[in-house]
């Protein structure tokens, strides 16, 4: 079964600091990863997306992470800012009919000045 | 473009009442998806159209939810009867091809059945 797993569920960070997210999956066959930020009352916004190929990408702030061979993902949030206090959700594609994408339960993280 | 428009923003109901939820997905997008989130289940595919043709309708829950596309610029998303587990945010989505392309995510629609 394709599953997508996402650690922490939370966390609570000070202005400025860095932090990680991690992201297991058992998706196959894989086709690729996005992340998604999801501010409180809006729908998610794709941060980055990575095919199996590709094993960091940025977005700002933003660094995504892929090793496809342990299928671990992992963003990373630098010098973090208030406005980054959201949830933010793995996304896995399934090389398969209709790339049916699998979710991630989320980290919701909370910056605080 | 305005983005993916859904209509209305909030919906309160009561149970056993018909609810319908609309989608205008980004022009020249061929792929629609709707799309439930709570907070015990997180975001959960329901349905999703390639060129106006449902081709995923897995995650529909049961026969009381419908979803249709009459043309490339409308869906809907129908609960009927509608029952206090239904309570949620719906979720559309667009993309100009399912898979590979990023998806655009509307507002929403918060969901309330009494």
């Known amino acids: 079964k394709n599953q997508v797993e996402q650690s922490p569920q939370s966390l609570i960070i000070l202005e400025g600091k860095n932090c990680t997210l991690q992201?297991?999956?058992?998706?196959?066959?894989?086709?690729?990863l996005r992340w998604y930020k999801q501010d409180t009352g809006r729908g998610p916004v794709s941060l980055t997306i990575?095919?199996?190929?590709?094993n960091t990408k940025s977005n700002g702030r933003y660094t995504a992470t892929l090793d496809a061979d342990t299928k671990q993902s992992s963003l990373h949030i630098t010098a973090s800012q208030l406005s980054d206090s959201a949830s933010y959700i793995c996304v896995v594609s399934a090389r398969a009919a209709g790339n049916k994408l699998t979710f991630g339960g989320g980290t919701r993280v909370l910056v605080k000045p | 473009d305005a983005g993916v428009i859904q209509s209305p923003r909030h919906e309160v109901t009561e149970m056993g009442q018909e609810v319908t939820l609309r989608c205008k997905p980004i022009?020249?997008?061929?792929?629609l998806f709707w799309y439930r989130q709570t907070m015990m289940r997180g975001l959960e595919l329901l349905i999703y159209f390639n060129n106006n043709v449902p081709i995923d309708d897995s995650g529909m829950p049961e026969d009381r939810f419908s979803a249709k596309m009459p043309n490339a610029s409308f869906s809907t998303l129908k609960i009927q009867p509608s029952e206090p587990r239904d309570s949620a945010v719906y979720f559309c989505?667009?993309?100009?091809?399912?898979?590979?392309?990023?998806?655009?995510f509307g507002p929403g629609t918060r969901l309330t059945v009494l």
């Open positions: 992201c297991n999956y058992t998706v196959s066959p894989f086709s690729n």
């Open positions: 022009s020249g997008h061929n792929s």
């Open positions: 989505a667009s993309t100009r091809l399912a898979g590979a392309d990023e998806q655009f």
């Open positions: 990575m095919t199996f190929s590709e």
